[in-house]
């Protein structure tokens, strides 16, 4: 399967605790995105990068997240401390620059 | 403002009812434009890009306008299938991919 992977699919955690998600993109995009939605909801940009640099990320996001893409493929996304509010469907996406970007299937992620 | 803004819907058609959507977006350096679907609980998907001469694929049409700012998505004789979110994308020089908040529809017989 050539598309973009994400893992796990569903993480169901303890607030407090903290998460890592893990984003494969397409192989030679150079664009990858990470996006939260929550239900009725449109995807909220979180950040993105080109290659291994981190472009933009945005004002709304939390010091407790982080992301690496340390080597311009895989990303990953930590949550520290989690909270419930937290509790989403994260999003990772890839593209060449300015083009269409293709979604992977999502983690799902529920605080308790 | 928000940066990319939609019709916020439900849109309720019968079968082969024709329905349009609407999208706004502020930043005029915008440059690349896009609508997905995204069904209940899946992650969107590209239904099509939107170029400045509009453009067509079936039953779908696709309009830019640059000048005041917006782009419609035409869907001629709806059909059940196509009951789910249309979000409208934007893709600015030098940032992220900007979703609108979704237009749902719902196809009914």
Redesign the interface.
Known sequence: DTGVSQNPRHKITKRGQNVTFRCDPISEHNRL?W?RQTLG?????L??FQNEAQ??KSRLLSDRFSAERPKGSFSTLEIQRTEQGDSA?Y?C?S?LL?????????TRLTVV | RKEVEQDPGPFNVPEGATVAFNCTYSNSASQSFFWYRQDCRKEPKLLMSVYSSGNEDGRFTAQLNRASQYISLLIRDSKLSDSATYLCVVNQAGTALIFGKGTTLSVSS
């Open positions: 995105y996006y909801q449109g995807p909220e940009f950040t993105y472009l933009e469907m999003l996406a593209s300015f083009a269409e970007a293709f979604f992977g299937q999502g």
